[in-house]
């Protein structure tokens, strides 16, 4: 979409190159790798318009170059200034990074080692994070106990629930919406709290060979204790990795990566961090019926099996 904008961009920061590549597919952002004259590769980003965005851009770079400097593969600036692209009525932001190597990998792929690398690095990850960029963030509770209200109101229309039971054979439990609000403001006061991912799933891991080379998008960075960051990435495996059971999930992330080979050895309570695995969950089942025809969704291998998950926790029930 912004090819024919890539030389003036990078013109603009005195960026002289050999070659533009095509732009990277998978990410929320538009990306554009770069070989510089000095072959040098960088990372030219068009981010996606979104409201609130810039100041996300400003608190996910300093996240991630805290990160960085403090020697995880993150990416860094390569000029701090944010550039602003209007066309009309529209106005895109432009940053230009580093450019980390490697590739994202399908679930299928991500045998018992990748797991447990992936839950030693986000344990890395928060060890480095517990001493905290200068920057302030959002409450990840505030962002979800918002989300949770509006799943609520949702499931609480008839309108809503006649289709879902119509056309889905399904009713939903709505007992279960005040107690995620319950817990999440409970967690406002406990120890540990500390900048957070908040997406560190699939496509923002970057693999080269059996090593993590890249973590990526730092964007929903938020304030919270490490649970939050790590049920919300096992509610990801839980379902994408289709080819472990759930408790090997576990075991492989949590357990044998996250505590075992990594830095950070908190895990949080057990129920709790179940609670908040059942919680995601039910937002992405949630984000499902918004953005699908309920009549597509049995062709959806991960709506399917998110269902499956949240049936058998008894959140959902088949009719």
């Known amino acids: ?17 050999q070659r533009i590549f095509d732009f990277q597919k998978g990410y929320r952002n538009e990306i554009w790798p770069v070989l510089t004259s000095d072959n040098r590769m ?6 996606k318009r979104e409201a609130e965005i ?4 400003a608190r996910a770079d300093k996240v991630s170059a805290f990160v960085a400097d403090h020697g995880l593969p993150a990416r860094q600036r390569f000029d701090n200034r944010t550039l602003t692209l209007k066309s009309g009525n529209t106005t895109t932001y432009i940053g230009v990074y580093d450019y980390l190597p490697g590739h994202t990998i399908p679930w299928e792929s991500y045998n018992m080692e990748k797991i447990k690398t992936l839950g030693a690095m986000m344990s ?3 060890f480095k994070l517990s001493a905290g960029p200068l920057v302030i963030l959002p409450s990840v509770y505030d962002e979800y106990i918002e989300i949770v209200g509006r799943m609520k109101q949702y499931f609480s229309q008839p309108t809503v629930a006649d289709a879902i039971a119509q056309k889905l054979n399904i009713k ?3 007992d279960r919406f005040d107690d995620y609000i319950n ?3 409970s967690y406002k006061t406990k120890p540990g709290q500390q900048p957070l991912h908040m997406d560190f799933v699939r496509g923002n891991i970057l693999f080269t060979g059996d090593v993590i080379s890249g ?3 730092f964007e929903k960075t938020a304030l919270g204790h490490p649970v939050m960051d790590i049920s919300r990435t096992l509610a990801f495996l839980m379902v994408d990795c289709k080819y472990k059971t759930i408790d090997k999930v576990v075991k492989y992330f949590l357990h044998s990566g996250y505590q075992k080979r990594g830095k950070n050895k908190d895990i949080g309570d057990d129920a709790d961090r179940n609670k908040l695995v059942e919680m995601f969950l039910m937002y992405d089942f949630y984000k499902f019926l918004r953005h699908n025809p309920y009549e597509s969704l049995s062709l959806n291998q991960h709506y399917v099996r998110t269902a499956d998950i949240l049936a058998k926790r008894g959140v959902i029930f088949y009719k």
């Not at 030389?7 to 920061?13: A, D, E, I, M, N």
């Not at 810039?54 to 851009?57: A, D, E, G, M, W």
């Open 1 to 17: 979409m912004y090819e024919s904008a890539l030389p003036r961009v990078l013109k603009f920061y005195g960026i002289e190159y």
């Open 42 to 47: 960088l990372n030219v980003t068009f981010y």
């Open 54 to 57: 810039v100041n996300r851009i």
């Open 124 to 126: 890395d990850m928060h």
């Open 172 to 174: 939903v439990s709505s």
């Open 183 to 185: 817990l999440l403001e």
């Open 215 to 217: 973590i990526l998008d």
